[in-house]
């Protein structure tokens, strides 16, 4: 009677694992820390954008959202030996992200959804889009492009003329994580005609991405 007991219960246990997949630890979320400052061209220094505009104005679009400034007052959070974190699924946040072998680099997609709330107001969230074709270990210029969107943009701005970087401090790349630099000429709200900025510094670091 005993033995058959023990068999019943073995077989529920084998039932249970296959419902929940005994074994397969389940893997750890994907997170991510970026910031990226929006600048204004300078009409005397840069007079090929004498006539473009940059409503946005100058700040840092944050991911995750820095809850005690406003959106217009965003200070730094992510440098290259230092990063916020936002992990998906938690406190508001979204984030995605694949940093996969590609030729002698990796191919990066790295998106961040940054719930933005201060002082009880809530705003518009934080959306910052990378896209890196390749981009290898050490190198300093690669090519891509950052879209993003937060309260005081309100429309995307985005551009395809970025150059990404993984040298200096804890800068690198990997299989499923990356941490680098990022500056863009003419991100644009391509809805409104001369509205353009240029991204003077950006850091981002992704982890935990598919690979």
């Known amino acids: 009677m005993r033995m058959a007991r023990n068999v019943a219960g073995i077989g529920v246990l084998g ?13 750890p979320a994907a ?13 005397m220094t840069m007079p090929d954008h004498a006539g473009d505009q940059c409503p946005p104005s100058a700040h840092w679009v ?10 217009t007052n965003q200070k730094q959070l992510t440098n290259d030996n230092d990063s916020a974190k936002a992990v998906n699924n938690q406190e508001g946040n979204k984030v995605s992200c694949s940093v996969t072998p590609s030729g002698s680099g990796f191919a990066v997609k ?14 518009n969230p934080s959306i910052i889009t990378i896209r890196i ?14 879209a993003v969107q937060d309260h ?19 800068l690198d790349v990997a299989a499923g994580k990356i941490w680098g630099s990022v500056k863009c000429e003419n991100i644009a709200d391509a809805s409104t005609p001369g509205s353009a900025c240029f991204v003077d510094a950006g850091f981002f670091k992704f982890e935990n991405c598919s690979q």
Request: charge should be negative; hydrophobic fraction near 30%; charged fraction near 15%.
């Open 15 to 27: 039932g249970l694992c296959l419902m929940a997949a005994c074994g397969d630890p389940v893997p």
């Open 31 to 43: 997170q991510a820390g970026i910031s990226i400052h929006l600048q204004k061209y300078d009409a």
């Open 62 to 71: 944050n991911v995750p959202y820095d809850k005690d400034r406003m959106p």
């Open 110 to 123: 790295g998106d961040g959804n940054g719930y933005a709330e201060s002082n009880g107001t809530k705003y």
């Open 133 to 146: 074709p390749v981009i290898a270990p050490g190198d300093a210029s690669a090519k891509g492009s950052v």
């Open 152 to 170: 005081a943009s309100l429309n995307t701005y985005q551009t395809d003329q970025c150059l990404f970087s993984v040298q200096g401090g804890s």
